[in-house]
Protein backbone atom coordinates (compact mmCIF):
# COMPACT_ATOMS: atom_id res chain seq x y z
CA UNK A 1 0.00 0.00 0.00
CA UNK A 2 1.57 2.99 -1.03
CA UNK A 3 0.40 6.92 -0.10
CA UNK A 4 1.46 7.62 -3.53
CA UNK A 5 -1.25 8.48 -6.61
CA UNK A 6 -1.57 5.62 -8.77
CA UNK A 7 -2.08 5.41 -12.42
CA UNK A 8 -5.54 6.05 -14.15
CA UNK A 9 -7.00 6.83 -17.08
CA UNK A 10 -5.93 10.11 -16.37
CA UNK A 11 -2.35 8.94 -17.80
CA UNK A 12 -3.47 7.06 -21.33
CA UNK A 13 -0.86 8.12 -23.27
CA UNK A 14 -3.41 8.19 -26.03
CA UNK A 15 -5.70 11.05 -25.05
CA UNK A 16 -5.87 14.21 -26.70
CA UNK A 17 -7.14 17.51 -25.71
CA UNK A 18 -9.04 19.73 -27.88
CA UNK A 19 -6.63 22.70 -27.04
CA UNK A 20 -4.72 21.56 -30.04
CA UNK A 21 -1.25 22.51 -28.96
CA UNK A 22 -1.51 20.52 -26.22
CA UNK A 23 -1.13 17.23 -28.27
CA UNK A 24 2.16 18.66 -29.92
CA UNK A 25 4.94 15.83 -29.21
CA UNK A 26 7.19 16.93 -26.52
CA UNK A 27 4.94 19.83 -25.41
CA UNK A 28 5.20 20.85 -21.61
CA UNK A 29 1.88 20.69 -21.03
CA UNK A 30 -0.69 17.66 -22.68
CA UNK A 31 -3.55 16.86 -20.83
CA UNK A 32 -1.75 14.66 -18.67
CA UNK A 33 -0.14 16.99 -16.85
CA UNK A 34 -2.63 19.58 -15.52
CA UNK A 35 -0.40 21.53 -13.31
CA UNK A 36 -1.86 24.07 -10.96
CA UNK A 37 -0.74 28.02 -11.16
CA UNK A 38 -1.87 31.51 -10.52
CA UNK A 39 -2.44 34.08 -13.19
CA UNK A 40 -3.98 37.58 -13.66
CA UNK A 41 -4.50 38.83 -17.30
CA UNK A 42 -2.54 42.31 -17.25
CA UNK A 43 -5.63 45.40 -18.58
CA UNK A 44 -8.75 43.06 -17.48
CA UNK A 45 -10.63 43.45 -14.07
CA UNK A 46 -9.81 40.08 -12.70
CA UNK A 47 -8.36 39.47 -9.19
CA UNK A 48 -5.70 37.16 -9.23
CA UNK A 49 -6.84 33.36 -9.66
CA UNK A 50 -5.70 29.47 -9.94
CA UNK A 51 -5.67 28.43 -13.45
CA UNK A 52 -4.08 25.07 -14.95
CA UNK A 53 -1.61 24.80 -17.81
CA UNK A 54 -2.97 23.66 -21.07
CA UNK A 55 -0.55 23.56 -24.34
CA UNK A 56 -0.30 27.33 -24.89
CA UNK A 57 -2.82 27.92 -23.11
CA UNK A 58 -4.46 28.61 -19.27
CA UNK A 59 -7.81 27.71 -17.72
CA UNK A 60 -9.73 29.80 -15.58
CA UNK A 61 -10.82 26.46 -13.21
CA UNK A 62 -13.62 28.77 -11.51
CA UNK A 63 -14.79 29.80 -14.96
CA UNK A 64 -15.04 26.24 -16.06
CA UNK A 65 -16.65 25.12 -13.25
CA UNK A 66 -19.51 27.48 -13.74
CA UNK A 67 -19.87 26.15 -17.45
CA UNK A 68 -19.87 22.71 -16.91
CA UNK A 69 -21.26 20.80 -13.72
CA UNK A 70 -18.41 19.08 -11.43
CA UNK A 71 -19.16 15.81 -11.22
CA UNK A 72 -18.58 15.25 -7.18
CA UNK A 73 -18.50 16.93 -4.22
CA UNK A 74 -14.66 17.10 -4.00
CA UNK A 75 -14.26 18.33 -7.33
CA UNK A 76 -16.74 21.03 -6.76
CA UNK A 77 -14.73 21.77 -3.09
CA UNK A 78 -12.27 21.85 -4.95
CA UNK A 79 -12.71 23.65 -8.08
CA UNK A 80 -14.11 26.42 -5.29
CA UNK A 81 -10.88 26.31 -3.66
CA UNK A 82 -9.22 27.80 -6.48
CA UNK A 83 -11.10 31.36 -6.79
CA UNK A 84 -8.01 32.56 -4.76
CA UNK A 85 -4.55 34.39 -5.22
CA UNK A 86 -3.06 31.13 -4.09
CA UNK A 87 -2.93 27.63 -4.25
CA UNK A 88 -2.52 27.07 -0.75
CA UNK A 89 -6.46 26.26 0.31
CA UNK A 90 -6.57 24.19 -3.00
CA UNK A 91 -3.29 22.01 -1.35
CA UNK A 92 -5.29 21.99 1.94
CA UNK A 93 -7.72 20.06 0.81
CA UNK A 94 -5.27 16.30 0.36
CA UNK A 95 -5.36 13.66 -2.36
CA UNK A 96 -9.29 13.13 -2.93
CA UNK A 97 -10.20 15.82 -3.61
CA UNK A 98 -6.91 16.99 -5.77
CA UNK A 99 -7.58 13.52 -7.94
CA UNK A 100 -11.62 14.62 -8.20
CA UNK A 101 -10.53 17.84 -9.80
CA UNK A 102 -7.66 16.91 -11.86
CA UNK A 103 -10.58 13.99 -13.26
CA UNK A 104 -13.33 16.97 -13.71
CA UNK A 105 -10.45 18.86 -15.86
CA UNK A 106 -9.18 15.92 -17.71
CA UNK A 107 -12.82 15.08 -19.26
CA UNK A 108 -13.67 18.71 -19.70
CA UNK A 109 -10.25 19.34 -21.57
CA UNK A 110 -10.24 15.54 -23.17
CA UNK A 111 -11.25 15.47 -26.93
CA UNK A 112 -13.27 12.63 -25.83
CA UNK A 113 -14.96 14.27 -22.55
CA UNK A 114 -18.55 14.32 -21.82
CA UNK A 115 -18.58 18.25 -21.64
CA UNK A 116 -15.91 18.35 -24.39
CA UNK A 117 -18.31 20.39 -26.74
CA UNK A 118 -19.58 22.97 -23.91
CA UNK A 119 -16.30 24.01 -22.43
CA UNK A 120 -14.76 24.06 -26.15
CA UNK A 121 -17.70 26.38 -26.90
CA UNK A 122 -16.72 28.61 -23.92
CA UNK A 123 -13.09 28.67 -24.55
CA UNK A 124 -13.58 32.48 -25.80
CA UNK A 125 -13.98 32.77 -21.59
CA UNK A 126 -12.45 30.10 -19.85
CA UNK A 127 -9.23 30.21 -21.59
CA UNK A 128 -6.17 32.70 -21.87
CA UNK A 129 -3.59 32.22 -24.27
CA UNK A 130 -0.35 31.95 -21.79
CA UNK A 131 1.32 34.89 -23.55
CA UNK A 132 -1.08 37.00 -22.26
CA UNK A 133 -0.78 36.24 -18.86
CA UNK A 134 0.91 36.99 -15.87
CA UNK A 135 2.22 34.20 -13.89
CA UNK A 136 2.23 35.26 -10.09
CA UNK A 137 3.78 33.57 -7.63
CA UNK A 138 1.42 30.20 -6.74
CA UNK A 139 1.62 29.89 -3.08
CA UNK A 140 1.48 32.20 0.00
CA UNK A 141 4.87 29.81 1.67
CA UNK A 142 4.93 30.00 5.23
CA UNK A 143 7.80 27.72 5.87
CA UNK A 144 11.05 26.95 3.24
CA UNK A 145 13.44 24.37 4.09
CA UNK A 146 16.52 23.44 1.87
CA UNK A 147 17.67 20.24 1.97
CA UNK A 148 21.07 18.58 0.85
CA UNK A 149 19.91 15.79 -0.43
CA UNK A 150 22.62 15.02 -3.93
CA UNK A 151 25.36 12.83 -2.44
CA UNK A 152 27.47 13.74 -5.43
CA UNK A 153 26.83 17.32 -4.87
CA UNK A 154 27.84 17.47 -0.82
CA UNK A 155 30.87 14.96 -1.75
CA UNK A 156 32.06 17.69 -4.57
CA UNK A 157 31.62 20.70 -2.08
CA UNK A 158 32.82 18.87 0.52
CA UNK A 159 36.59 18.07 -0.92
CA UNK A 160 37.07 21.86 -2.13
CA UNK A 161 36.48 22.73 1.77
CA UNK A 162 37.73 19.18 3.64
CA UNK A 163 40.06 16.97 1.19
CA UNK A 164 41.01 14.88 3.92
CA UNK A 165 36.40 13.95 4.91
CA UNK A 166 34.32 15.55 2.08
CA UNK A 167 31.42 13.98 4.02
CA UNK A 168 30.52 14.09 7.69
CA UNK A 169 29.86 11.09 9.26
CA UNK A 170 26.35 11.99 9.79
CA UNK A 171 25.26 12.56 6.02
CA UNK A 172 23.78 9.19 5.48
CA UNK A 173 22.40 8.54 8.01
CA UNK A 174 20.28 11.87 8.64
CA UNK A 175 18.64 14.78 5.87
CA UNK A 176 20.67 17.19 6.05
CA UNK A 177 18.83 20.52 5.94
CA UNK A 178 18.86 24.12 7.07
CA UNK A 179 15.93 26.19 7.31
CA UNK A 180 15.24 28.59 4.73
CA UNK A 181 13.71 32.19 4.44
CA UNK A 182 9.99 32.10 2.57
CA UNK A 183 9.69 35.96 1.95
CA UNK A 184 12.49 36.03 -0.58
CA UNK A 185 11.12 33.58 -2.83
CA UNK A 186 9.76 34.80 -6.14
CA UNK A 187 8.35 33.52 -9.15
CA UNK A 188 10.19 32.83 -12.15
CA UNK A 189 10.91 36.01 -13.96
CA UNK A 190 11.54 38.41 -11.56
CA UNK A 191 14.82 39.93 -11.30
CA UNK A 192 17.63 39.09 -8.92
CA UNK A 193 19.55 42.06 -7.36
CA UNK A 194 23.11 40.81 -6.52
CA UNK A 195 23.43 41.20 -2.43
CA UNK A 196 26.22 42.70 -0.94
CA UNK A 197 27.71 41.46 2.34
CA UNK A 198 30.31 40.66 4.46
CA UNK A 199 33.54 38.53 2.33
CA UNK A 200 37.27 37.54 3.67
CA UNK A 201 39.32 38.38 1.33
CA UNK A 202 42.16 36.03 0.64
CA UNK A 203 44.69 36.34 3.24
CA UNK A 204 42.94 39.22 4.95
CA UNK A 205 42.65 38.92 8.46
CA UNK A 206 39.38 40.88 8.41
CA UNK A 207 36.55 40.94 6.04
CA UNK A 208 35.53 43.73 4.17
CA UNK A 209 31.78 44.24 2.78
CA UNK A 210 31.52 44.17 -0.78
CA UNK A 211 28.89 42.94 -3.70
CA UNK A 212 29.25 39.49 -4.00
CA UNK A 213 31.82 38.43 -6.58
CA UNK A 214 30.73 34.38 -6.55
CA UNK A 215 27.25 34.40 -7.40
CA UNK A 216 25.84 31.11 -7.94
CA UNK A 217 22.74 29.45 -8.76
CA UNK A 218 21.86 26.03 -7.22
CA UNK A 219 19.54 23.48 -9.82
CA UNK A 220 16.66 21.93 -7.58
CA UNK A 221 13.28 20.90 -7.00
CA UNK A 222 10.88 21.65 -4.52
CA UNK A 223 7.96 19.69 -3.07
CA UNK A 224 5.23 21.97 -2.14
CA UNK A 225 3.68 20.30 1.31
CA UNK A 226 -0.35 19.92 1.06
CA UNK A 227 -2.25 18.88 4.32
CA UNK A 228 0.05 19.61 7.61
CA UNK A 229 0.77 17.98 10.47
CA UNK A 230 -0.81 18.98 14.27
CA UNK A 231 2.34 20.45 16.50
CA UNK A 232 4.02 17.33 18.58
CA UNK A 233 2.53 14.58 15.29
CA UNK A 234 4.97 13.23 13.28
CA UNK A 235 4.37 12.34 9.59
CA UNK A 236 5.08 8.60 8.99
CA UNK A 237 6.73 7.61 6.10
CA UNK A 238 4.16 5.80 4.67
CA UNK A 239 2.05 8.29 4.81
CA UNK A 240 4.15 11.37 3.68
CA UNK A 241 2.99 11.52 -0.19
CA UNK A 242 -0.40 12.15 1.16
CA UNK A 243 1.31 15.21 2.50
CA UNK A 244 2.60 16.19 -0.95
CA UNK A 245 0.78 18.58 -3.49
CA UNK A 246 3.12 18.96 -5.93
CA UNK A 247 6.64 19.98 -7.33
CA UNK A 248 8.15 23.22 -8.63
CA UNK A 249 11.53 23.98 -10.14
CA UNK A 250 13.80 25.81 -8.01
CA UNK A 251 17.06 27.73 -8.47
CA UNK A 252 18.45 28.61 -4.53
CA UNK A 253 20.69 31.72 -5.78
CA UNK A 254 24.06 31.36 -3.81
CA UNK A 255 26.72 33.97 -2.71
CA UNK A 256 29.44 31.62 -2.14
CA UNK A 257 32.21 34.18 -0.66
CA UNK A 258 29.52 35.24 1.88
CA UNK A 259 28.79 32.01 2.13
CA UNK A 260 32.38 30.85 3.23
CA UNK A 261 32.71 33.05 5.75
CA UNK A 262 29.37 33.01 7.42
CA UNK A 263 28.48 29.34 7.52
CA UNK A 264 30.16 28.21 10.34
CA UNK A 265 28.84 27.17 13.04
CA UNK A 266 24.89 27.42 11.92
CA UNK A 267 25.06 27.32 8.58
CA UNK A 268 23.95 29.40 5.58
CA UNK A 269 22.43 32.73 6.36
CA UNK A 270 22.87 36.08 4.68
CA UNK A 271 24.55 33.93 1.57
CA UNK A 272 21.25 32.30 0.54
CA UNK A 273 18.16 33.86 1.54
CA UNK A 274 18.45 37.35 -0.72
CA UNK A 275 16.35 35.17 -3.45
CA UNK A 276 14.84 31.83 -4.25
CA UNK A 277 13.43 31.85 -7.63
CA UNK A 278 10.29 29.04 -8.27
CA UNK A 279 8.58 28.16 -11.71
CA UNK A 280 4.90 29.11 -11.89
CA UNK A 281 3.46 25.95 -12.63
CA UNK A 282 2.73 23.23 -9.55
CA UNK A 283 3.15 20.24 -11.38
CA UNK A 284 0.64 17.62 -8.86
CA UNK A 285 1.77 14.53 -7.51
CA UNK A 286 -1.04 12.99 -9.45
CA UNK A 287 0.58 13.89 -12.98
CA UNK A 288 3.68 12.42 -11.79
CA UNK A 289 2.16 9.07 -10.97
CA UNK A 290 3.73 7.25 -14.09
CA UNK A 291 7.21 8.53 -13.36
CA UNK A 292 7.96 7.13 -10.02
CA UNK A 293 11.01 5.35 -9.64
CA UNK A 294 13.71 3.43 -7.61
CA UNK A 295 16.14 5.25 -5.67
CA UNK A 296 19.76 5.21 -6.97
CA UNK A 297 21.33 2.22 -4.63
CA UNK A 298 23.18 3.14 -1.95
CA UNK A 299 26.84 2.45 -2.12
CA UNK A 300 28.11 -1.24 -0.63
CA UNK A 301 28.70 -0.53 2.94
CA UNK A 302 26.15 2.90 3.57
CA UNK A 303 23.87 2.15 6.84
CA UNK A 304 20.15 1.02 5.50
CA UNK A 305 17.65 4.13 6.48
CA UNK A 306 16.41 3.83 10.22
CA UNK A 307 13.19 2.77 10.60
CA UNK A 308 11.53 6.12 10.58
CA UNK A 309 13.34 6.66 7.25
CA UNK A 310 12.52 3.00 5.72
CA UNK A 311 9.57 2.19 3.27
CA UNK A 312 9.48 -0.94 1.37
CA UNK A 313 7.55 1.29 -1.72
CA UNK A 314 9.37 4.12 -1.30
CA UNK A 315 12.84 2.00 -1.85
CA UNK A 316 11.27 0.31 -4.76
CA UNK A 317 9.54 3.57 -5.91
CA UNK A 318 9.85 6.46 -4.24
CA UNK A 319 12.46 8.92 -6.78
CA UNK A 320 10.89 10.90 -9.53
CA UNK A 321 12.70 10.06 -13.44
CA UNK A 322 13.04 13.89 -13.79
CA UNK A 323 15.57 15.10 -15.99
CA UNK A 324 16.84 18.86 -15.22
CA UNK A 325 18.95 21.23 -17.39
CA UNK A 326 19.92 24.85 -16.49
CA UNK A 327 21.51 27.22 -19.27
CA UNK A 328 23.11 30.70 -19.17
CA UNK A 329 22.77 33.10 -21.80
CA UNK A 330 24.77 36.19 -20.83
CA UNK A 331 23.69 39.83 -21.99
CA UNK A 332 26.02 39.89 -24.41
CA UNK A 333 24.55 36.50 -26.16
CA UNK A 334 21.38 37.56 -25.56
CA UNK A 335 22.24 40.88 -27.58
CA UNK A 336 23.41 39.03 -30.55
CA UNK A 337 20.75 36.15 -30.57
CA UNK A 338 23.31 33.35 -29.51
CA UNK A 339 21.32 30.16 -27.90
CA UNK A 340 21.62 29.92 -24.21
CA UNK A 341 24.43 27.26 -23.16
CA UNK A 342 23.89 24.60 -21.49
CA UNK A 343 25.47 23.93 -18.25
CA UNK A 344 24.58 21.00 -17.10
CA UNK A 345 21.72 17.82 -17.10
CA UNK A 346 20.89 15.18 -14.75
CA UNK A 347 18.18 12.79 -13.13
CA UNK A 348 16.78 13.58 -10.32
CA UNK A 349 16.36 9.53 -9.33
CA UNK A 350 20.06 9.09 -10.32
CA UNK A 351 21.46 11.99 -7.99
CA UNK A 352 19.89 11.98 -4.97
CA UNK A 353 20.52 10.08 -1.81
CA UNK A 354 16.73 10.64 0.15
CA UNK A 355 13.37 10.76 -1.37
CA UNK A 356 11.25 13.14 -1.38
CA UNK A 357 8.75 11.13 1.11
CA UNK A 358 12.02 10.41 3.65
CA UNK A 359 12.58 14.41 3.42
CA UNK A 360 9.51 15.14 4.54
CA UNK A 361 8.93 12.36 7.28
CA UNK A 362 12.38 13.15 8.47
CA UNK A 363 10.90 16.87 8.98
CA UNK A 364 8.12 15.95 10.92
CA UNK A 365 9.76 13.62 13.27
CA UNK A 366 10.48 15.77 16.09
CA UNK A 367 7.06 16.85 15.84
CA UNK A 368 7.61 20.13 13.89
CA UNK A 369 4.25 21.18 11.85
CA UNK A 370 4.30 21.31 8.50
CA UNK A 371 1.39 23.73 6.94
CA UNK A 372 -0.12 23.60 3.67
CA UNK A 373 1.48 25.42 0.81
CA UNK A 374 5.58 25.19 2.55
CA UNK A 375 8.21 24.18 0.77
CA UNK A 376 10.78 22.02 0.83
CA UNK A 377 14.00 21.94 -1.75
CA UNK A 378 16.55 18.76 -2.37
CA UNK A 379 19.34 20.83 -2.80
CA UNK A 380 21.89 20.92 -5.45
CA UNK A 381 20.48 17.94 -7.52
CA UNK A 382 24.15 16.46 -9.07
CA UNK A 383 24.27 13.64 -10.60
CA UNK A 384 27.65 11.38 -10.66
CA UNK A 385 29.53 12.61 -13.20
CA UNK A 386 31.00 16.01 -14.25
CA UNK A 387 28.68 16.93 -16.38
CA UNK A 388 25.74 16.61 -14.34
CA UNK A 389 26.88 19.16 -11.63
CA UNK A 390 24.26 21.65 -10.86
CA UNK A 391 25.77 25.03 -9.62
CA UNK A 392 28.63 27.18 -11.00
CA UNK A 393 31.19 25.72 -7.55
CA UNK A 394 31.13 22.23 -8.60
CA UNK A 395 31.13 22.88 -12.55
CA UNK A 396 33.94 25.27 -12.40
CA UNK A 397 35.65 23.79 -9.09
CA UNK A 398 35.83 27.02 -7.37
CA UNK A 399 36.48 29.33 -10.12
CA UNK A 400 39.51 27.47 -11.16
CA UNK A 401 38.16 25.76 -14.30
CA UNK A 402 35.91 28.30 -15.92
CA UNK A 403 33.53 27.97 -18.46
CA UNK A 404 34.03 28.79 -21.81
CA UNK A 405 31.07 30.47 -23.51
CA UNK A 406 29.78 31.39 -27.39
CA UNK A 407 31.48 34.70 -28.18
CA UNK A 408 34.57 34.20 -26.04
CA UNK A 409 33.17 34.81 -22.74
CA UNK A 410 34.27 32.62 -19.51
CA UNK A 411 32.22 32.47 -16.34
CA UNK A 412 33.76 31.24 -13.16
CA UNK A 413 30.42 33.12 -11.37
CA UNK A 414 27.60 34.69 -12.39
CA UNK A 415 28.02 38.34 -14.08
CA UNK A 416 25.55 41.01 -13.80
CA UNK A 417 22.99 40.84 -16.35
CA UNK A 418 23.35 37.01 -16.67
CA UNK A 419 19.62 34.77 -17.46
CA UNK A 420 20.07 31.55 -15.73
CA UNK A 421 17.01 29.05 -16.91
CA UNK A 422 16.39 25.47 -15.00
CA UNK A 423 13.55 23.56 -16.91
CA UNK A 424 12.48 20.06 -15.95
CA UNK A 425 10.17 17.25 -17.70
CA UNK A 426 9.18 13.90 -16.81
CA UNK A 427 9.58 10.77 -19.04
CA UNK A 428 9.06 7.10 -19.10
CA UNK A 429 7.68 3.94 -20.82
CA UNK A 430 3.91 3.82 -22.01
CA UNK A 431 3.62 7.58 -20.64
CA UNK A 432 2.93 11.21 -22.22
CA UNK A 433 6.17 13.08 -21.38
CA UNK A 434 5.26 16.14 -19.24
CA UNK A 435 6.90 19.43 -18.23
CA UNK A 436 7.69 21.70 -15.84
CA UNK A 437 8.06 24.91 -17.65
CA UNK A 438 10.60 27.38 -16.86
CA UNK A 439 12.64 28.91 -13.88
CA UNK A 440 14.14 31.93 -14.51
CA UNK A 441 15.94 35.01 -13.78
CA UNK A 442 17.89 37.44 -14.96
CA UNK A 443 21.04 38.96 -12.45
CA UNK A 444 20.63 42.69 -11.47
CA UNK A 445 24.00 44.74 -10.31
CA UNK A 446 24.35 44.97 -6.73
MN1 LIG B 1 20.39 24.92 -1.95
Excluded at 155 to 161: E, I, K, L, P, Y
Excluded at 193 to 201: D, F, K, S, T
Excluded at 219 to 228: A, N, Y
Excluded at 332 to 354: K, N, Q
Aim: proline share 9%; net charge negative.
Amino acid sequence: MSGWPSRDHTHDPSARSWVESANVAGADFPLQNLPFGVYRRPGAKMRPRVGVAIGDAVLDVVGAAAVVPMPSTEAFEAAAACDAPTLNRLASLGPAHWRALRHALFDLLSAAGRNAEAARAARGRILAPMAEVELLLPLAIGDYTDFYASVHHATNVGSMFRPDQPLLPNYKWVPIGYHGRASSIVVSGAPVRRPAGQVLPDGASAPVVQPTARLDYELELGFVVGPGNALGAAIPIGDAPRHLFGVVLVNDWSARDMQAWEYQPLGPFLAKNFATTISPWVVTTDALAPFRSAPAPRAEGDPAPLPYLLDADDQAHGALAVTLEVSLATAAMRAVGSPPHRLSATRFDRAMYWTPAQLLAHHASGGCNLAPGDLLASGTVSGPEPSERGCLLELTWRGRDPVALAGGEVRRFLADGDEVTITGWAEAEGAVRIGFGTCRGVVQPA
